[in-house]
């Protein structure tokens, strides 16, 4: 089975805290994506990436940026935090790119308060 | 902008029969579209694909269908149980990303 972790279930961090956000899968998928999941909003895709150091923007990548250093990880940076990122964030994996539609494994959720 | 609109209150259903969960989606043109399940706290789970030539897919208790003229795709649960009862997810999807809606909550009762 496709396993994705997530580095914390659940994390309070103080506004202007540089924060990093894990996400490892296991089947070497191509894919891996970055959300986050509001009340009422729904998932919302902040980046995601195709390939080992390849990088794309989601809906809404304004306050966030990631790294691909390695295949099986992708990591969500928030380079100075503010309390509208407070929010359940998702991590996923599919196997590759394309618009065949790969469905996409997610991990257990991160939820993160910034106070 | 891309809008997908999903039922947005809570559909209760009696346990056995048949629950239909709507997606609506505009100014879109999506290749496929995905259904996920996600329980509280939990990440969501795929359950279906079904692909724009495709009108319908089953799978065990679950058929989805798709019409692109009417831009919406409906999701059957048949002889629905407690265990059912769980948030879902459709995302509509084209090259390398979907779009997810709010999702619907349903809620099975005994």
């Known amino acids: 089975d496709v396993k994705v972790t997530q580095s914390s279930r659940y994390l309070v961090k103080r506004t202007g805290e540089k924060v990093f956000l894990e996400c490892v899968q296991d089947?070497?998928?191509?894919?891996m994506f970055w959300y986050r999941q509001d009340p009422g909003l729904g998932l919302r895709l902040i980046y995601f990436s195709y390939d080992v150091k390849m990088k794309e923007k989601g809906d809404i990548p304004e306050g966030y940026s990631v790294s691909r250093e390695k295949k099986e990880r992708f990591s969500l940076i928030l380079e100075s935090a503010s309390t509208n990122q407070t929010s359940m964030y998702l991590c996923?994996?599919?196997?590759?790119?394309?618009?065949?539609?790969?469905?996409?494994?997610f991990g257990p959720g991160t939820r993160l308060t910034v106070t | 902008s891309q809008k997908i609109e999903q039922n947005s209150e809570a559909l209760n259903i009696q346990e056995g029969k048949t629950a239909t969960l709507t997606c609506n989606y505009t100014n879109y043109s999506p290749a496929y579209l995905q259904w996920y399940r996600q329980d509280p706290g939990r990440g969501p789970v795929f359950l279906l694909l079904i692909r724009e030539n495709e009108k319908e897919k089953r799978k065990e208790r679950l058929k989805v269908t798709f019409d692109t003229t009417l831009k919406q795709s409906l999701f059957h649960i048949t002889a629905s149980q407690p265990a059912d009862s769980a948030t879902y997810l459709c995302?509509?999807?084209?090259?390398?990303?979907?779009?997810f809606g709010t999702g619907t909550k349903l809620q099975v009762i005994p």
């Open positions: 089947m070497d998928h191509e894919n």
């Open positions: 995302a509509p999807g084209g090259y390398q990303k979907v779009t």
């Open positions: 996923a994996s599919s196997l590759w790119a394309g618009s065949s539609g790969e469905e996409q494994y």
